[in-house]
């Protein structure tokens, strides 16, 4: 990956994201496992940051994490103000020291992508890895990647939005 993916901002202003190519996950879970080796030194889905989910009938995985919404429900519910925005990233945190572990946050994320760990007491959300990101520099397919938000990938995005709200329709 080159280095000018690495900060939140570049040199034009230009905000990075992460973005899911559903067609290109293989399911391998690889995400996972470096996720939870990041930040918590073992190979262990339970504690990754996301999640695979997969429907093996249809042959489809979506790797899913925080989407680090811009108006970030997590954030507004929080009854402390645990959960705000790293300048530096764009990421929205969880600062543990001042969370109450209410679990309020998980609750209002529309796409379930917080949860928490019982054994460690505390929410887990991606946080972008401080802006390297490492689901996506070692994707194996590509299905994760972080670029600049254009509007070419807000578009595409958007298509694949569209695609998992007729995918949920149809397991709902």
Not at 36 to 52: A, T, W
Request: charged share 25%; aromatic share 8%; with cysteine.
């Amino acid at each position: 990956m080159k280095d000018w993916f690495r900060s939140y901002r570049d040199q034009e202003g230009m905000n990075n994201v992460l973005t899911i190519t559903p067609e290109k996950c293989t399911g391998c879970r690889t995400c996972e496992l470096l996720c939870s080796f990041f930040h918590e030194k073992e190979f262990n889905p339970c504690r990754s940051r996301v999640s695979v989910i997969s429907w093996e009938k249809e042959g489809f995985s979506v790797p899913m994490m925080c989407l680090q919404c811009s108006d970030a429900a997590c954030m507004q519910v929080c009854p402390v103000g645990a959960v705000k925005r790293d300048p530096e990233t764009g990421a929205m945190l969880v600062d543990h020291s001042r969370c109450i572990r209410c679990k309020m946050c998980t609750n209002a994320c529309p796409f379930g992508n917080n949860t928490y760990d019982v054994q460690l007491d505390r929410i887990l959300k991606c946080d972008l890895c401080g802006g390297d990101p490492q689901c996506a520099r070692f994707c194996p397919s590509g299905a994760i990647s972080y670029v600049k938000d254009l509007a070419a990938s807000t578009r595409k995005k958007k298509m694949a939005a569209s695609k998992f709200k007729e995918l949920f329709r149809e397991v709902v």
